[in-house]
């Protein structure tokens, strides 16, 4: 599974890669979006991040359990206690970035609630917040910053045994 920051690549490298592994790719900011019918976006304004979190708890238990293939799980995923119990044990692989290719990738406009404001200095925050998840968490990590897509991809599956 792909853990990283807004703007790592984890649903563009999570696509090459199972495309690469031709198994399929399971997003699970996806997975709530088509579940509520409602952008992660959406949630956080309407509900609270609080009632997405719960929901994306819920879909990361439920696609651990029961999705094959390569899981892209939501930036702020990982940082969940009850999350972090499911992922252990798992192949997590950490898409590392910097903020510039970041900002490049996200753009950090209004569909990423958490960047919403000053997003450059909320971007860092919740990188310096999460980054020693991410570390604790992983299998194996990956430089993302500079690369194509299907570079990482490849790289992951290396990693990952399968090239």
Known sequence: MLVGP??????????ALAAL?????HDTDAAVEAATGRTVSDIFVEDGEAAFRALERA???????EEEGVL?????????PVTQEVLAGQVVVFLDVGIADAAKRVGFDQSRPL???????????????????????????VDTAGRTPEDVASEVAGLLGAS
């Open 115 to 141: 960047l919403a404001v000053n997003p450059r200095a909320s971007w860092v925050r919740l990188m310096n917040e999460r980054r020693p998840v991410y570390e604790r968490l992983a299998t194996h990590r």
């Open 59 to 65: 879909e990361v238990a439920r696609a651990v359990a």
């Open 6 to 15: 807004p703007g790592s690549g984890k649903s563009t490298v999570g696509a």
């Open 21 to 25: 592994l031709a198994v399929p790719l």
């Open 72 to 80: 892209a799980l939501g930036g702020g995923a990982p940082v969940d």
